[in-house]
């Protein structure tokens, strides 16, 4: 069972910028495509961004244009780039697979947009 660990929250004022990583454990991680989550303060869990295994992405359309996910898979290590930041981004962000497995949920990472 691949390990997640979500790390590069923090708190950041509207306009700002944040760059999250999700570091994998297992050597089967560059297998499969994966995806950054979020979760807002009384909301459900949403999708934000996606990768293939083969680098292909897609996004949300709340962070399309802002927003940019990667991956390296020599390091085991999926990015999300956030850029041009709003207060509407606050939200607990998670990396799991796409689709995402009940099972690999990690502890997430925050990210407050505040002035």
């Known amino acids: 069972q691949v390990q997640l660990v979500e790390s590069g929250g923090g708190l950041v004022q509207p306009g700002g910028s944040l760059r999250l990583s999700c570091a994998a454990s297992g050597s089967s991680f560059s297998s499969y495509a994966m995806g950054w989550y979020r979760q807002a303060p009384g909301k459900q869990r949403e999708w934000v961004a996606a990768?293939?295994?083969?680098?292909?992405?897609n996004y949300a359309d709340s962070v399309k244009g802002r927003f940019t996910i990667s991956r390296d898979n020599a390091k085991n290590t999926v990015y999300l780039q956030m850029n041009s930041l709003k207060p509407e981004d606050t939200a607990v962000y998670y990396c799991?697979?796409?689709?995402?497995?009940?099972?690999?949920w990690g502890q997430g990472t925050q990210v407050t947009v505040s002035s």
């Open positions: 990768i293939t295994s083969g680098g292909s992405t």
């Open positions: 799991n697979y796409r689709p995402a497995r009940v099972g690999s």
